[in-house]
Structures are given as C-alpha cells and as structure tokens.
C-alpha cells in the first residue's frame, strides 16, 4: 500500500483513479489511511463477492477466502484491461502498471 501511495501521483498524472482493496472492515480501512497515510481510498469487500469474482480467493495460512495479492486495469466503461496476480511475498511492478495504464 506504501508503494501506490508513493507512485500514486504518476497514476494521477496519467488520469488514472487508484482504489485498494481488501476483505478488512471499512472500520479498519480508516485504521490504515491513518497509519499508513494514504492518499487514495481503500474499499471493503466485506461480503468477498469481488474476490470470488475475479477469481483470486485462495487459503492462505489456514485461511480460507483470502484475496492473492493482485492488480487490475479497469477503464471506464468497467471493462478490465489488464490483470496481474502476484505471489504472497511479491510486489506490484508499478512500472508494468503504468505502462499498461498508458496504453489505453
């Protein structure tokens, strides 16, 4: 989350809106915009109906219905343009994300 709030201005620069997401409350969102500063909105999927969606639930120490750390290039039309999925101690390539974001 650091990372994309870090680069979250060349997002913004390219006119692109940055969300997180994550299976946390909205309760705990507010806990990590402070903590963490963040500069964009975190969005709770509670309920996991965006996880399943895009199929990106997996178990994960035990835990079932936890989101694999993943990116998606939405456009306006709420098309997905682009996925990436990364593993449990990964990063986002941001440079690959703006680049794509660029594309469009």
Avoid: C
């Avoid at 060349?10 to 969300?19: K, S």
């Avoid at 996880?51 to 035990?62: E, N, P, W, Y």
């Avoid at 990436?84 to 990964?90: I, K, L, N, R």
């Amino acid at each position: 989350m650091e990372l994309l709030r870090d680069r979250s201005a060349e997002f913004e620069g390219i006119r692109v809106q940055t969300f997180g997401v994550s299976r946390d409350s909205p309760w705990t969102h507010i806990a990590w915009i402070q903590a963490l500063d963040l500069n964009f909105p975190l969005l709770s999927d509670w309920n996991g109906e965006a996880i399943h969606g895009f199929g990106i639930a997996q178990v994960f120490r035990g835990f079932k219905d936890i989101a694999r750390r993943s990116a998606f290039l939405v456009d306006q039309t709420e098309t997905v343009r682009g996925a990436w999925s990364y593993g449990d101690t990964e990063v986002p390539d941001f440079d690959q994300l703006l680049a794509a974001a660029k594309e469009l």
